[in-house]
């Protein structure tokens, strides 16, 4: 039998077993490929496409890397690894992230460098040294920023930021001027996003107060939420389109608007993604990586959000690239996510430029092709099927894609290409064994072609550079269960980040405080320090509220220390079964034990505090310490003030389970020391 006659006989019993192939009887040195082939050229004969800008992830909008930070090393700096290493894992080129505004902006507050108009710290939060992390690992990263919401002074008591756009504008240039001066940090773009509308007048004004900071090189991105109305407008006002160099979409669904192609400016999917990360949304996040260019010629995408570190029961659980949501067990997954983006991140830079013949494969999914315009090229193939890249947002039309043969010839300066390396990942939804990012034998090219076999949901580099690589770290501790002791004195002389450690900000900023004013046990306290409604999109509450633990938690005791610093109107709580957080925050239920400062206490079903379970006198005051105590057993909950019983047996129906919480009756300063939990699932 000759050596022909041996590939069609083997070639038939692979399609009888149902193998899908990429090369085909590679072992025989042959380029033979089931049934028919539909050819695609790649050439920069006739010129280039766009300026590719990048693929990058999102921190905040909001509180999205808040326990990320908490993590034990060696863990946080694998994590960090994975998600900016170049050649390790994502490699991203983009880091956008939140200018924190005092305010609820999905899954968590993130404080403002200005909680006061005459106020300043560089050093709240932990974007910063995020971006000093990124940087760190990859010097050439892009860095965005974007206020999703502001401090209640910027907008003068209302609740929008550009009334006064002098004020608004300052207070963004003052931010990116601290990033330099604080963290020697460079932004190159800065956002403009409001969930409402836009202000043209704001952008102008953003640009010139931008300049007159010594502040030319940063770009403004608008409206960074839809394609409409601000393209038209650009095109109308040619002082607006001076001012703007990118223009940004919020899942944008693959598609942009021909208007938008008019003004000519960059077009980015400024925030996309959000979608929980099994493998269909790494099939969402293979499929727009390509089409986000083949179809809407957009040069940058960005996922929201980075990485889920935030506590599992807020919105948008497990809605980034990996997940790293304990950091007291240590351990983290490393998603699809991750090693999708590694097809592109890993091949390609910002620079590089799209091929203009890019395009739909005739059986479904699509390809893209770039290059740096020294000889190098990438392309990137999918073959994402519908069901499987389903992506929370927009809804995805029907669309059919089946196992199909290509052939690329590839023309132009790339002609006498000889050989590709070769990165595949196969989504297998029925066995459930998937295989990311695995190195191939190279493919070799007869006359500038090459042909292989596209089964369903895969993914494909073939790429002139031989530098990629599949990071590992030996595996992560197993994941564990929130301790069910639990306690923080918050005694930290010079904490590494503004919040204590596991905290999670739902609404106000509780920030590490020393208290000057009193030299006994209660110098290094945790204050709650929004004092003004902030400027937001989100329905923020009326109470303050910190959450922390395990949403499983139903039985526990919960003590902490208090002192309200607001006269007559100050009041606190401490909450057990606390059901929501986030968005939702404003409709939590749980039981809330308050005590006020005109000598009253009151026991709540809600945040609130509409369905009274006890009330009565306390003797609380301001400036004044008072250790409080609720326990919940059951469907009962009892209080304790200073060591003696003040309520007991209130009946608690619902929820049955929640976080522990500490939080205030309005935006007021308070304090709080020596948090212990003891709890039972």
Known sequence: ????????????????????????????????????????????????????????????????????????????????????????????????????????????????????????????????????EAKKRNPNITL?????????????????????????????????????????????????????????????????????????????????????????????????????????????????????????????????????????????????????????????????????????DLPFSRDGLMTAEEPWSGNYVVESPIWITAHTTQFTQPGWTYLQTVGHLTGGGSYVALTDGKGNLTVVIETMTHDHSVCIRPPLPPFNVTSQNATFQLKGSFAFIKELQVWRSQFNFKSKKSSFFQKLTPQKLQDGSFTLELAEDEVYTFTTLPTGQKGRFPAPPPSARFPKVYKDDFNVR?????????????????????????????????????????????????????????????????TCDVFMESVKAGGVFIAARVDKG????????????????????????????????????????AYGWHTVSLTVEGQYASGQLNGYPLWRNAVVLTPKSGWAAIGTRAFELAQFDNFAVVAEY
Not at 83 to 100: C, D, Q, Y
Not at 498 to 520: C, K, L, R, W
Not at 535 to 545: F, G, H, L, N, S
């Open 144 to 312: 965005i920023s974007l206020p999703w919401a502001f401090p209640g002074w910027v907008g003068r008591g209302k609740n929008w930021p550009y009334d006064f756009p002098d004020i608004t504008a300052a207070y963004v240039v003052n931010w990116i001027l601290g990033a330099k001066q604080y963290h020697d940090l460079d932004i190159q773009y800065v956002g403009i996003w409001n969930e409402r509308s836009y202000d043209s007048k704001y952008i102008k004004l953003l640009r010139y107060t931008l300049d007159k900071s010594g502040l030319e090189t940063v770009r403004i991105i608008a409206s960074d939420n839809l394609w409409e109305p601000v393209v038209l407008s650009l095109l109308l006002d040619p002082e607006l389109s001076r001012a703007v160099d990118v223009i940004g979409a919020h899942y944008p669904g693959t598609t942009s608007v021909k208007e938008a192609l008019k003004t000519q400016k960059k077009l980015w999917s400024s925030e996309d993604y959000s979608t929980f990360n099994d493998e269909v949304g790494g099939g969402c996040w293979a499929r727009i990586l390509n089409q986000n260019y083949v179809n809407g010629l957009m040069t940058a995408t960005i996922s929201w959000n980075l990485v889920a570190s935030y506590y599992k």
């Open 582 to 621: 986030g968005q939702a925050v404003r409709s939590a239920k749980g039981v809330f034990f308050w005590v006020f400062a005109d000598g009253t206490y009151k026991v709540t079903n809600d945040l609130a505090g509409q369905t009274v379970l006890a009330e009565g006198k306390s003797g609380t005051r």
């Open 494 to 558: 010079n904490p590494p980040f503004s919040e204590a450690p596991d905290f999670a900000d739902q609404t106000g900023v509780f920030e590490y405080h020393i208290n000057m004013t009193d030299p006994g046990p209660h110098v290094f306290t945790l204050r709650q320090v929004v004092t003004e409604r902030p400027v937001t999109w989100v329905a923020d509450a009326d109470q303050t509220i910190s959450v922390i633990g395990d949403h499983q938690w139903a039985d526990l005791t919960i």
């Open 1 to 132: 039998m000759g050596r022909r006659e041996l590939a069609a006989l083997l070639l038939g019993l692979s399609v009888a077993l149902g193998s899908s192939h990429s090369y085909v009887l590679p072992l025989l040195g042959l380029s033979v490929a089931l049934g028919s082939s539909h050819s695609y050229v790649l050439t920069d004969a006739e010129g280039l496409g766009r300026v590719f800008d990048g693929i990058g992830g999102l921190s905040g909008g909001g509180a999205t890397s808040r326990l990320l930070v908490n993590y034990a090393e060696p863990y946080r700096s694998q994590i960090l690894d994975f998600l900016f290493k170049p050649n390790f894992g994502a490699s991203l080129h983009i880091l956008k992230v939140e200018i924190g505004g005092d305010a609820q902006t999905t899954d968590g507050t993130e404080p403002s460098h200005m909680h006061y108009e005459n106020d300043e710290n560089f050093f709240r939060g932990y974007e910063w040294w995020l971006m000093k």
